[in-house]
């Protein structure tokens, strides 16, 4: 599954997910902006990693908080912005 956002003002975030047994798999965000750290994307894909492919941008988003060490810098993105292009993976996947 595919999903894509541009945060307004920001950049764009694209996110690549399977769902299996009702959570999300195989996930890997990317895009155009920047992360300081350069493993905090790591985090990010960890932290949607076994999420239940029901949760809304607000859980997702917390999840993605929670896992970001103290420090991390988002350029152009946000963790509820992720969460919207995760959002977008998983209800354009289902439309299918």
């Known amino acids: 599954m595919h999903g894509e956002y541009k945060m307004p003002g920001g950049k ?3 996110v690549d ?3 299996e047994s009702g959570c999300l798999a195989r ?3 990317s895009g155009d ?3 300081e750290p350069d493993d905090a994307l790591h985090a990010i894909d960890a932290a949607l ?3 239940d492919a029901g949760a809304d941008e607000h859980m997702l988003a917390a999840a993605i908080r929670a ?3 103290p420090g991390v810098m ?3 993105i946000s963790p509820e912005a ?3 292009a995760v959002r977008r993976a998983i209800d354009q996947g289902t439309e299918a």
């Open 67 to 69: 896992q970001l060490a």
């Open 49 to 51: 990693e076994g999420q």
């Open 12 to 14: 764009l975030i694209v």
């Open 74 to 76: 988002m350029y152009g």
């Open 27 to 29: 996930v890997q965000v």
């Open 82 to 84: 992720v969460a919207v």
């Open 33 to 35: 902006f920047f992360l």
């Open 17 to 19: 997910l399977a769902i």
